[in-house]
T-cell receptor, first 111, second 116 residues
Framework: DADVTQTPRNRITKTGKRIMLECSQT?????MYWYRQDPGLGLRLIYYSFDVKDINKGEISDGYSVSRQAQAKFSLSLESAIPNQTALYFCATSDHLGEQYFGPGTRLTVT | AQSVTQLGSHVSVSEGALVLLRCNYS??????LFWYVQYPNQGLQLLLK??????LVKGINGFEAEFKKSETSFHLTKPSAHMSDAAEYFC??????????????FGQGTILTVHP
């Protein structure tokens, strides 16, 4: 079984809708992250959490929120989706040195 | 603050030729450095990492990278390219301390194309 799983893998939604992307990990790490990937821009950090009670904004958190339900679960929400949030979203978990383990990604399209 | 610059968004090589993907970093504290690979329609996979031990780091699939502090570089190389190496490669930096401790900052990525 994969160490980091993401659901759904693909999602098409309409402008203004609220959606949630979910992430689970079996690595036993305290740290979890959400990124978005856009062509030519690499991965940009949306939110990160160093433990269940710790939530921090990344470089592009506007329009997003997160919830850390347990050590193993970290979900990303778009309260009111807009077309420029169309992207590939990755969840990751890491040890204290920063080596990150990535999920397979969620391809989100906002029409 | 930390940042990563990958020189060249696209690199094309012939099968059997040397692969060189360039990465320069900026970090106010001692860095940890990583190379990740992303194959089409997949997530990111760790190729290799530098965490302040040996400056020449060997990774999977025949790749290696050398940490050069004086040049703030961590270039990725492979002596002989294989068709299966075609993918997008990301360099990333994390800090051993400071406010960026444990957080990765990624470069923009380099797409490697391998021609027969």
């Amino acid at each position: 079984d994969a160490d980091v799983t993401q659901t759904p893998r693909n999602r098409i939604t309409k402008t203004g809708k609220r959606i949630m992307l979910e992430c689970s990990q079996t690595k036993g790490h305290d740290r979890m992250y959400w990124y978005r990937q856009d062509p030519g821009l690499g991965l940009r950090l949306i939110y990160y959490s160093f433990d269940v009670k710790d939530i921090n904004k990344g470089e592009i958190s506007d329009g997003y929120s997160v919830s850390r339900q347990a050590q193993a679960k970290f979900s990303l929400s778009l309260e009111s989706a807009i077309p420029n949030q169309t992207a590939l979203y990755f969840c990751a978990t890491s040890d204290h040195l920063g080596e990150q383990y990535f999920g397979p990604g969620t391809r989100l399209t906002v029409t | 603050a930390q940042s990563v610059t990958q020189l060249g968004s696209h690199v094309s090589v012939s099968e059997g030729a040397l692969v060189l993907l360039r990465c320069n970093y900026s970090s106010s504290v001692p860095p940890y450095l990583f190379w990740y690979v992303q194959y089409p329609n997949q997530g990111l996979q760790l190729l290799l990492k530098y965490t302040s031990a040996a400056t020449l780091v060997k990774g999977i699939n025949g790749f290696e990278a050398e940490f050069k502090k004086s040049e703030t570089s961590f270039h990725l190389t492979k002596p002989s390219a294989h068709m299966s190496d075609a993918a997008e490669y990301f360099c990333a930096v994390s800090s051993a301390g400071g406010t960026s401790y444990g957080k990765l900052t990624f470069g923009q990525g380099t797409i490697l194309t391998v021609h027969p």
